[in-house]
């Protein structure tokens, strides 16, 4: 299939929330290669509340605010015996400007038109639990339905392409909120109704492959691109907002995320056991189950310190002045944040499992993430051992070149072109 001119809506389940996740990186940068190849993207999604703020018709903003309970059930309702009865709701391009000075996370707007159907999202998973899936038309019609997200909509008249990221509730169930059934369920009809199915990794694909049966040649891999930001940042800059974190250049340790398969835990005990001066940096918000003794102690000794959201630009600053990044997952299907450190020049520590080997290649140094000794180990060679790290940034760079948007452009044509 030709991509040029085609009318390609992505989900915005991810993208709509206003930190998102690497889902959301992935989604913004999906926007971004359609529109070089030519495409005419679009997104939808199902709320905004923050829309009011930054300049939309009050009618838009409206209809975009969250629902109360009684409005909520009275739009369901007639919408659950539509769907019964074989029926699509309808969902329209909303008249946003462009060129509106827009909240950080909501940029791609200014790069894809934007479709509306309220609570679609949620009100597609209570359907699923009935064995229901919501059909949305659209006006103007699309001819690409792109999902990014597991989700039970269908875009009548459009041919669903998805991109699997990892099947993390089945490889490693302890360290996700999903039930093995429902989320096994989930990637079934997503490659039952999917024409295209992209992967993140080859890792995914063989875990596609071990645990659906899937045929190979229905998956196709094609590597996420990283891009941290496009802002240029003066070293000057970087020393003076490192100062409103009380952080020093090359003087922490950086870690990102705090889902359980980042293995914060394990990382946690091996890093209060050394007798280490710099500090360790989170950036993710803690559930308080992870706030044991030994975490609140540290937060207040300032051995550790956590910023539960940062801007782009200063995820960049806080990557970049990093001695080095800390991320010994247990289970990734890709894995951003070691190429992202990779591309700004900071060595990497994380773990032999998983995808993680595939992705970083010989410019990481690797970790055993279920032996807290090993990972002390690691730690204090990283820190101690200056010329390893020298040798890791030089790989870094090459490393991370492998994982441009260029090449993610290409990919997504040639996996267009088995369409």
Same mark, same amino acid.
């Given at each position: 299939?030709?991509?040029?001119?085609?009318?390609?809506?992505?989900? %915005?389940?991810?993208?709509?929330?206003?930190?998102?996740?690497?889902?959301?990186?992935?989604?913004?940068?999906?926007?971004?290669?359609?529109?070089?190849?030519?495409?005419?993207?679009?997104?939808?999604? =199902?709320?905004?509340?923050?829309?009011?703020?930054?300049?939309?018709?009050?009618?838009?903003? =409206?209809?975009?605010?969250?629902?109360?309970?009684?409005?909520?059930?009275?739009?369901?309702?007639?919408?659950?015996?539509?769907?019964?009865?074989?029926?699509?709701?309808?969902?329209?391009?909303?008249?946003?400007?462009?060129? $509106?000075?827009?909240?950080?996370?909501?940029?791609?707007?200014?790069?894809?038109?934007?479709?509306?159907?309220?609570?679609?999202?949620?009100?597609?998973?209570?359907?699923?639990?009935? %064995?229901?899936?919501?059909?949305? =038309?659209?006006?103007?019609?699309?001819? $690409?339905?792109?999902?990014?997200?597991?989700?039970?909509?269908?875009?009548? %008249?459009?041919?669903?392409?998805?991109?699997?990221?990892?099947?993390?509730?089945?490889?490693?169930? +302890?360290?996700?909120?999903?039930?093995?059934?429902?989320?096994?369920?989930?990637?079934?009809?997503?490659?039952?109704?999917?024409?295209?199915?992209?992967?993140?990794?080859?890792?995914?694909?063989? +875990?596609?492959?071990?645990?659906?049966?899937?045929?190979?040649?229905?998956?196709?891999?094609?590597?996420?691109?990283?891009?941290?930001?496009?802002?240029?940042?003066?070293?000057?800059?970087?020393?003076?907002?490192?100062?409103?974190?009380?952080?020093?250049?090359?003087?922490?340790?950086?870690?990102?995320?705090?889902?359980?398969?980042?293995?914060?835990?394990?990382? !946690?005990?091996?890093?209060?056991?050394? =007798?280490?001066?710099?500090?360790?940096?989170?950036?993710?918000?803690?559930?308080?189950?992870?706030?044991?003794?030994?975490?609140?102690?540290?937060?207040?000794?300032?051995? $550790?310190?956590?910023?539960?959201?940062?801007?782009?630009?200063?995820?960049?600053?806080?990557?970049?002045?990093?001695?080095?990044?800390?991320?010994?997952?247990?289970?990734?299907?890709?894995?951003?944040?070691?190429?992202?450190?990779?591309?700004?020049?900071?060595?990497?520590?994380?773990?032999?499992?998983?995808? !993680?080997?595939?992705?970083?290649?010989?410019?990481?140094?690797?970790?055993?993430?279920?032996?807290?000794?090993?990972?002390?180990?690691?730690?204090?060679?990283?820190?101690?051992?200056?010329?390893?790290?020298?040798?890791?940034?030089?790989?870094?760079?090459?490393?991370?070149? $492998?994982?441009?948007?260029?090449?993610?452009?290409?990919?997504?044509?040639?996996?267009?072109?088995?369409?």
């Amino acid at each position: 299939m030709e991509i040029n001119g085609a009318k390609i809506l992505i989900d %915005g389940m991810q993208l709509e929330q206003l930190n998102g996740r690497g889902i959301k990186t992935y989604s913004k940068n999906l926007i971004k290669a359609y529109k070089a190849l030519g495409a005419n993207p679009s997104v939808l999604i =199902s709320d905004y509340p923050q829309m009011a703020d930054i300049g939309i018709s009050p009618d838009v903003a =409206s209809l975009l605010k969250k629902m109360s309970y009684w409005d909520y059930v009275k739009y369901v309702y007639p919408l659950l015996i539509n769907t019964i009865r074989g029926n699509a709701s309808n969902a329209e391009i909303i008249d946003i400007p462009k060129g $509106i000075n827009l909240p950080e996370g909501f940029s791609f707007i200014n790069d894809a038109s934007v479709y509306v159907s309220p609570e679609c999202y949620n009100i597609a998973k209570r359907f699923r639990l009935l %064995g229901l899936k919501l059909t949305i =038309s659209l006006k103007p019609k699309v001819d $690409i339905w792109h999902t990014t997200y597991k989700m039970a909509i269908k875009i009548k %008249g459009a041919v669903r392409v998805s991109t699997i990221h990892d099947i993390n509730p089945l490889r490693s169930p +302890d360290t996700s909120r999903f039930f093995k059934g429902k989320y096994s369920q989930y990637i079934k009809d997503t490659l039952k109704d999917s024409k295209l199915i992209l992967c993140v990794s080859q890792h995914t694909k063989k +875990d596609l492959i071990d645990y659906f049966n899937v045929n190979p040649d229905r998956l196709i891999v094609n590597y996420q691109p990283v891009l941290l930001t496009n802002e240029v940042i003066a070293e000057d800059e970087i020393y003076d907002r490192l100062t409103t974190f009380d952080l020093k250049y090359g003087q922490y340790i950086l870690f990102i995320g705090l889902t359980s398969n980042k293995n914060l835990k394990r990382f !946690m005990e091996a890093f209060l056991r050394l =007798s280490i001066e710099i500090p360790l940096v989170i950036v993710g918000k803690p559930k308080p189950a992870q706030l044991d003794v030994e975490f609140k102690k540290a937060i207040i000794n300032k051995r $550790i310190r956590i910023f539960n959201y940062v801007s782009e630009s200063d995820k960049y600053i806080l990557y970049k002045s990093a001695m080095f990044l800390a991320f010994p997952s247990l289970y990734e299907g890709f894995g951003l944040p070691p190429i992202e450190a990779m591309s700004v020049g900071v060595p990497v520590l994380t773990s032999s499992v998983s995808c !993680m080997p595939e992705v970083c290649g010989d410019a990481a140094l690797y970790v055993d993430p279920y032996d807290v000794e090993d990972i002390a180990d690691k730690i204090t060679m990283m820190i101690n051992d200056k010329e390893l790290r020298k040798r890791l940034i030089t790989k870094g760079y090459e490393r991370a070149k $492998i994982f441009s948007m260029d090449n993610f452009i290409k990919g997504l044509k040639t996996a267009y072109s088995k369409l």
